[in-house]
Structures are given as C-alpha cells and as structure tokens.
C-alpha cells in the first residue's frame, strides 16, 4: 500500500510540474501618456499614445519616448499568458482592452443625467499616476490590437492603440502559413479640432465638442505619418513576406496593390480554412487582416486606398511617394493620400539575401559572413592577406588552415577548410573582393 501511495503521490508531483512548466506568461511594461505628431503640412497635433519601459520599473517611468501607434508587443510562441503592466501619466482614468482576447475584466459604469447606468469603461481603470495590470491568460495566435477600454470613443481617436503579435512558430503565423520575413501597416486617422479639445480640456463642456459624432477626421496615417514609404524589412523576390494590417480609425480602408498579388490568409487573429488571393484587401475599422506578399521580382510596389475621399489637409501623391523613396526629396506631384511604396529586393545570387544588403552579390554567402570585417563577404574575398587580389601570396595561408575549423579561411561556410575552398580561390585567382552592397 505504501509503494501504491507513494507512486501516486510522484504521479500527482510529476504532473503538477508538468502544468506548471506549461504556463509560460508574456510580460510588458507600458506607460500611457501625452505626444504630439508634426504633419507634413506643419501642423502639430497633440496626441496620446503609449512608450515601453527600458527597465520594467514603472515607478521611475517608461525612459522611452510616447510613440503612435504604440510599440509593437511580441509574444514568444508557446506563451499562454500575458501581463500588460500600465502607468498611466494621462490627466483621466485609462485601461487596456484586446478585442478577441477573453479575460476576467469588471467593467466600470457611471449613472448619467437621465437615472441610466451606463459604461465607462470595459475594463477596470488606472487612474492618473497610478500602476494597473490587466492579463489575458488565453492568448491566441494572431495579429491582435491592444488599446484604450476607457471612453474608446475619444482615447482610441487621440492614439492609445498599438499591435500585440503572436506566431504560432519561428516565422509560422499561423499553422502551415510560414514567412521569411513581415511587417506591419497601421492605419489611423486624426480629427486635430478633436485631440485640440481633448488635450486642452475643453472637450465635453460647450462651445467645445461635447461628442464625436461630429468627427471630421483631416489627416490619415500609416504607421503614424502620412507620407508613408516602407522597406519592407529584408524583402526578396520569390520569397513570403507577411503584411500585418491594422485599422485603427473609424473609417473603412482599403488598400489596393499595384501590379501584384496578396493572398489572405486571416481576419482577426483567425486563420481562414481556404485563403484567397486577391489584389485588394477591405479593412474594417477595428479590423485586422493577414496577407502574404510573394513578390516576383524586385523593385518598388505601390499600395493605396481604394476608398478615395481620404485626402489628407496637404496632398502628397504616388509620385511624391516615388520620389522620396528615390531620395529626391518631398515634393506634391499629384493628389492622393494613404500610399505606401514597399520596396522588394533582388536576389542576383539565389541565396537568400537581397542584393541592397548583400556582401557578396555575384556569390551566394547566406551567412554573410566576413571575417576581416572589410565588407566584403567570405564567398567573394579570397584575398587573404588583404593586398588588394586573390593571388599566389594567399595559397600558403590558405593550406596552413587546411582541414581545420577556422571561418577566416572557410569561404563556402561548411565548417572546414578543405578542397572546396582551394576551388573557391582558384575561381577568385587574381580577382579583386567584391562585388558587396555593404562597402561604403
């Protein structure tokens, strides 16, 4: 009977460390607080948005600076929990809410004039100058959107919103749809007579606005700004990049690609069963969407919003898009708004890498690797004793390495030094490093 109980009672031990590793929580720590976004025309709009802590102590405040969107939160994948920590440093009552998420909020009421409960806010408030926690201990793969439960009428408008992102692997957002590399569009809007009133008090008291319903919304953003020119991060033709679209305003968006393709793959964190390709996509306000991006060859691809009647107080159109893009600077060619250029690489070697951030543009080196830290990478740089060419000064230092593991003389990066680079160097026989896009 003892070596039953005993065996149960190691069963029960070995089970509750099991549930115990299992749980995995997510932590950030947010402050939520004032800004202000210059646009294009001059103007200064007050806003408010969130910063991330440098050093998880919310007692000192955040270090970092207010941005809007707020920073993007990511989730290791796996995680079952996350714990968003809030100092609030706004002048009102604050919370934070991620629609699609369930969690055990109690939400805060108020009666108003006519005996009517109504609600203030969908989860518990921080009030000012205080530290609040809200979790969420059912985290679902997806491209969320964390943001104000307060008054959402007016802080969501005044910019208390930002991306939460969970994978469901390493570069896999969701179960059988991987990616090589992703970013996110962020769309939002700005009412500057609004966010004035708010931020001065003045809002809810006549002649102020008393409501939003009156919403006139004069500028509209694309990851906070409203010229917008994005490099999507590593980008290369022939490979998956994933485009994490975001609305934020109250507005429906939708944005049309030009000359291409995207396949979505999913609504609010939600996989579709049979994604569809299509070459524009309809963002709901509040909305989420997913969509891949394989492009075919490299160069600048144009997306804008098909809505039209979304002009921004100083129109900056697709050809000044172009031009800043080339480094030409600002200039207002054409009417518009709401265009993004995504630039795509080249890959002339196939390995991976486009050729604007390749070492080695003629010669596949997916490591990128360079050991004498010249720019030049190893599969390209033969010239070991660095006079300028591969030549016969450069065989001697390259068989007093043979068969060993030294990286400065393993040109093709398999772990040795041995027949294959002898190859690699009689290729680059008196042939100076190069070509590489990272040289000055």
């Given amino acids: 009977m003892n070596r039953k109980r005993f065996a149960r009672t190691m069963g029960a031990v070995l089970l509750s460390l099991g549930a115990c590793q299992a749980v995995t929580a997510a932590d950030f720590y947010l402050c939520a607080g004032k800004t202000s976004l210059v646009m294009l025309d001059g103007s200064s709009v007050p806003m408010w948005g969130y910063a991330l802590d440098d050093d998880n102590d919310l007692t000192n405040g955040c270090g970092n600076p207010v941005t809007v969107p707020g920073p993007e939160l990511r989730i290791p994948p796996g995680d079952t929990v996350l714990n968003l920590h809030l100092r609030n440093d706004l002048p009102v009552p604050t919370s ?3 629609p699609g998420l369930p969690a055990s909020f109690t939400p805060v009421t108020f009666t108003d004039a006519k005996g009517r409960v109504r609600v203030r806010s969908f989860a518990q408030e921080t009030a000012p100058g205080a530290i609040g926690t809200y979790t969420w201990n059912q985290l679902r793969p997806g491209t969320h959107v964390y943001h104000s439960g307060t008054h959402v009428a007016v802080q969501v408008q005044m910019g ?8 469901s692997g390493w570069q896999e957002a969701y179960p059988g749809h991987r990616y090589n590399n992703d970013m996110v569009l962020f769309y939002s809007e700005v009412d500057p007579a609004l966010h004035k009133a708010v931020d001065s008090g003045s809002y809810g008291t006549p002649p102020g606005p008393t409501s939003t319903i009156g919403y006139q919304a004069q500028y509209f953003l694309i990851n906070g700004r409203d010229l917008a020119v994005h ?6 033709a022939g490979q998956t990049s994933l485009i994490r679209m975001i609305n934020m305003g109250l507005e429906n968006h939708m944005p049309l690609i030009h000359d291409a393709h995207l396949r979505v793959i999913a609504e609010d964190g939600h996989p579709y069963p049979y994604p569809r390709e299509q070459y524009s996509v309809m963002l709901a306000a509040g909305q989420t969407r997913d969509v891949e991006f394989k492009p075919t060859a490299g160069g600048n691809y144009a997306m804008f919003d098909r809505m039209l009647n979304l002009t921004n107080r100083r129109p900056i159109g697709l050809l000044a898009v172009n031009a800043a893009a ?6 207002q060619s054409s009417p518009g708004s709401l ?3 995504l630039h795509v690489d080249d890959d002339s070697d196939g390995d991976g890498v486009g050729d604007h951030r390749d070492n080695c543009t003629q010669a596949a080196n997916p490591s990128q690797r360079d050991s004498d830290g010249d720019g030049y990478g190893n599969a390209c740089d033969a010239d070991l004793n660095n006079d300028g060419f591969t030549n016969g000064l450069d065989l001697p230092l390259l068989i007093q390495a043979f068969m060993r593991r030294d990286p400065a003389f393993d040109f093709n990066d398999d772990g040795y030094v041995n027949g294959i680079d002898i190859g690699y160097l009689g290729r680059l026989f008196f042939k100076s490093p190069g ?6």
């Fill in 231 to 236: 490099d999507l991060p590593g980008a290369v």
């Fill in 96 to 98: 934070i809410v991620i």
């Fill in 160 to 167: 208390l919103y930002g991306p939460v992102i969970q994978d």
């Fill in 326 to 331: 080339a480094g030409l600077g600002d200039t």
């Fill in 339 to 341: 265009i993004t250029l």
């Fill in 435 to 440: 070509p590489s896009a990272t040289r000055p």
